[in-house]
């Protein structure tokens, strides 16, 4: 139920992403400054946010994390869970490549994966975000 649900957040956050053109590889131009070039003050300038794509993603994953992650009393096997670990994918990479990342990772996410992961001091299975990588 909660894979299912996570699922279909990030699947209707991708689509919004193609709906808008926001998978664009190159983040400079979603970052920008608004300002007058008559009368530009360091006071007056208004910084938008660097990617709102990065940004809706991690509210979905706040929402997520708040109101269904412990429902079951269930812990993810995971170090970080895998929540987490989709917040911080889309906090250090582009939305596709997190996207991509976040469903590898919930597919990996089954009672057979401490077959091939190892241990950390808490007893759950070690996979850091930086060493899935896809590109």
């Given at each position: 139920m909660k894979l299912n649900l996570l699922i279909i957040l990030?699947?209707?956050?991708s689509i919004?992403?193609?709906a808008t053109g926001l998978?664009?590889?190159d983040s400079s131009r979603v970052s920008t400054k608004v300002a007058d070039d008559?009368?530009?003050?360091q006071k007056e300038l208004i910084e938008l946010p660097t990617n709102p794509v990065k940004m809706l993603a991690g509210l979905v994953i706040d929402l997520y994390q708040f109101f269904f992650s412990h429902q079951d009393n269930q812990e993810c096997q995971f170090d970080p869970s895998c929540s987490e670990f989709a917040k911080q994918a889309f906090e250090q990479y582009d939305p596709l490549?997190?996207?991509l990342m976040?469903?590898?990772r919930l597919i990996r996410c089954n009672p057979f994966a401490y077959r091939y992961y190892p241990l950390n001091s808490r007893g759950s299975l070690r996979d850091p975000v930086e060493e899935n990588t896809i590109w």
């Open positions: 990030l699947s209707l956050i919004s992403y193609y998978f664009a590889a008559r009368h530009v003050n490549q997190a996207i976040t469903s590898d």
